[in-house]
């Protein structure tokens, strides 16, 4: 069975770092472009970054750049996302995603599979 899995979600405070994970299962992750999105309380759902099957290509929300970081270990089965300067603005439900696709995008549309998201909470 097809599984993504998030992890590494929690409270921290303004300012500070988390590091979330995407690990897959049931499948191997290489030739799959990975998103990563994020939901909060009445908001639509937004692109946060993605990255190609390669590795290769990176693309972030204007939102979020220079401050996350997006990567991937396909040894792993795995890619990651490192967020720093967190502000309360960035507390959402983040989701990983998957595509069977080369290059990427931050559509929602256009992926396949779904984890089931990690609270990630910036408050004082």
């Known amino acids: 069975q097809l599984q993504l899995v998030e992890s590494g979600g929690g409270l921290v405070q303004p300012g500070g770092s988390l590091r979330l994970s995407c690990a897959a299962s049931?499948?191997?992750?290489?030739?799959?472009?990975i998103g990563w999105f994020r939901q909060a309380p009445g908001k639509e759902r937004e692109g946060v970054s993605c990255?190609?099957?390669?590795?290769?290509?990176?693309n972030y929300a204007d939102s979020v750049k220079g401050r996350f970081t997006i990567s991937r270990d396909n040894a792993k089965n795995t890619v990651y996302l490192q967020m720093n300067s967190l502000k309360p603005e960035d507390t959402a439900v983040y989701y990983c995603?998957?595509?069977?696709?080369?290059?990427?995008?931050?559509?929602?549309?256009?992926?396949?599979?779904w984890g089931q998201g990690t609270q990630v909470t910036v408050s004082s």
């Open positions: 049931g499948f191997t992750l290489d030739y799959y472009a």
């Open positions: 990255i190609s099957s390669s590795g290769g290509s990176t």
């Open positions: 995603a998957a595509e069977m696709a080369s290059f990427c995008g931050l559509g929602f549309f256009q992926y396949d599979y």
